[in-house]
């Protein structure tokens, strides 16, 4: 199998994913609507309520159209288990299984058109912001947030692929996702600052990747302070893509041969 | 073109290495073998399969009839490797699906019953498209290798309508292209004629003659024979996890 025929294989699923999103024609306007009243409501909130730590209320909208942008970007990651789910009812999933492209390499195809999607969402949230409600980016330092932005992928991917994994074996879609974005909206920073967290959960803050993810992108867009150095923050991204990535994938491949093994994997 | 089912004439299995090399290459292999092939659902429960051993020779077509939940999806479930068995193997050319699962893919097609496994919102020609691209169809062949099947198929005036807005019988001939679509040389199909009208049927006859004619072989699989209208070279009951001859 040729690396041509496996590229082809990734930009098919991708056209597909594509080609269904289109398919339903009000979804775009409806997502870009839903950016645009999330930034109208906290454009007032900035303006009704002196958050601590933040010199004007520009500064605190600014710290906030970033989580907005990556909250997208989180749940783009999370939405393989959903997406598995789909395939499994439809019977589409027994295809990918049965083709020489193989499921692992499937699901990770199937994670670029949600990936690439957000990614698009969070460029038009930072417009709208840019466009209508005034925000400053710190244009010098906006093309970094590019890889950055891939390196925030890659460290999340890999939750995605472990719930994919639990999708194969308990058939449930969102089973845990959803409380998982939460505490990660949370202990990530994504609406306030960590620094109003209790110690304990400043402590969880610290040790997973997006706070620090959230804090390099918006030091990079928005020229925010910086909880700690860049370094530290890309190394959290790299160790964590390092580490989950090939565990996430090892995990994947198990929970198939299992219910394969067990003939579980045409259930759904 | 001689079938029986085997105990273990078909020699040894090839090795990974063995994959390699042309198909007819590997002398001791043949298309298709299930070899002592055992399954069970529970432990409570009887054994669905039992030893059950079946091979398909070069350009032969088979049948298996048999009464409903007797076992017969399982079987073509196994022999797609799809879920594997407690014990036994299956093998094509003597490559199983776990020494080398892209190249067994690649070999074997499987048509499963009902009327899943299509995306509702694409048109036919991006479900074969979609379809010719996972399957690894080669490049230089891959606009002619769709433009056939939607010619083979009958599918040129459906080609840009969506699957959710066809019939059932468009929708199993869809399917069934897909099933044909990457030039498979074992089919493996199971009650293929559900939905299909006359003319489906005799499409399928086509397709089947067509794999047949070069060298490939096809293993039908339905609960009795009595509709069909095309002769099989081999036919078996499968009956307490066990092939019988007809």
């Known amino acids: 199998m040729s690396a041509d025929h496996q590229l082809k294989a ?32 906290f454009y007032y909130v900035s303006r009704l309520v002196h958050v601590s730590g933040f010199t ?19 749940y783009s990651c999370f939405s393989i288990p959903e997406l598995m789910r789909q395939e499994l009812v439809a019977g589409t ?13 499937s699901i990770i195809a199937m994670s670029l058109f949600p990936m690439v999607f957000s990614f698009t969402i969070a460029v038009f949230t930072l417009t709208l912001g840019i466009v209508v409600f005034g925000l400053h980016l710190h244009w010098s330092t906006v093309p970094l947030s590019v890889p950055v932005m891939i390196m925030v992928l890659l460290a999340f991917l890999p939750f995605g692929l472990l719930f994919a994994a639990l999708t194969v074996l308990v058939k449930q879609g969102s089973v845990g996702t959803n409380w998982v974005i939460a505490l990660l909206s949370i202990v990530g920073g994504l609406y306030f600052p960590v620094t109003l967290l209790p110690g304990w959960l400043q402590t969880l803050a610290k040790l997973q990747p997006f706070t620090a993810a959230t804090d390099l992108l918006r030091h990079l867009l928005v020229n925010s302070s910086l909880g700690e150095s860049p370094q530290t923050a890309l190394w959290k991204l790299i160790g964590f893509s390092a580490v989950l990535l090939p565990l996430s994938l090892f995990l994947l491949g198990r929970s198939i041969r299992f219910a394969q093994k067990r003939g579980t994997i045409i259930e759904y | 073109m001689n079938l029986s089912p085997l105990s273990t004439s078909a020699g040894d299995p090839s090795g990974p290495a063995q994959s390699q090399q042309p198909l007819h290459a590997v ?23 039992d030893e059950l051993d079946l091979t398909l020779e070069e350009g032969t077509s088979t049948w298996i009839g048999g009464r409903n939940g007797i076992g017969k999806t399982t079987m073509l479930r196994i022999a797609a490797g799809l ?48 379809w010719g691209r996972i399957a690894m169809v080669p490049r230089g062949e891959f606009a002619e290798t769709i433009d056939r099947t939607l010619d083979d198929f009958d599918l040129r005036e459906l080609e840009h309508r969506r699957v959710d807005r066809m019939s059932m019988g468009q929708r199993q001939r ?40 070069r060298d490939g072989c096809v293993l039908w699989c339905s609960p009795s024979g009595e509709h069909l209208d095309m002769t099989f070279d081999h036919s078996w009951m499968l009956e307490q996890g066990k092939l019988v001859p007809v």
């Open chain 2, 27 to 49: 002398a001791s292999a043949a298309p298709l073998v299930l070899r002592s092939i055992t399954k069970r659902w529970r432990k409570d429960l009887p054994l669905i399969l």
């Open chain 2, 174 to 213: 869809v399917r069934v292209a897909m099933t044909f679509l990457p030039k498979p040389e074992v089919v493996l199909l199971d009650e293929p004629l559900t939905s299909l009208d006359t003319e489906g049927g005799e499409i399928l006859q086509r397709a089947v003659a067509e794999l047949l004619a």
């Open chain 1, 56 to 74: 004007s209320h520009n500064s605190y909208f600014g710290f906030v159209v970033v989580g907005i942008s990556l909250i997208g970007v989180l």
């Open chain 2, 83 to 130: 879920i594997e068995a407690d014990q036994g193997r299956a093998e094509v050319w003597g490559i199983t699906p776990t020494e080398n699962r892209a190249r067994y893919q690649r070999l074997v097609s499987f048509l499963p019953a009902g009327d899943r496994g299509l995306y509702a919102r694409l048109t036919v020609r991006r479900q074969l498209e979609f």
């Open chain 1, 10 to 41: 990734f930009l098919a699923v991708m056209r597909r994913d594509l080609h269904v999103y289109l398919s339903y024609r009000t979804r775009l306007v409806s997502q870009l609507l839903t950016s645009l009243f999330s930034l109208t409501l």
């Open chain 1, 93 to 105: 999933f027994d295809r990918l299984l049965l083709s020489p492209f193989g499921a692992i390499r």
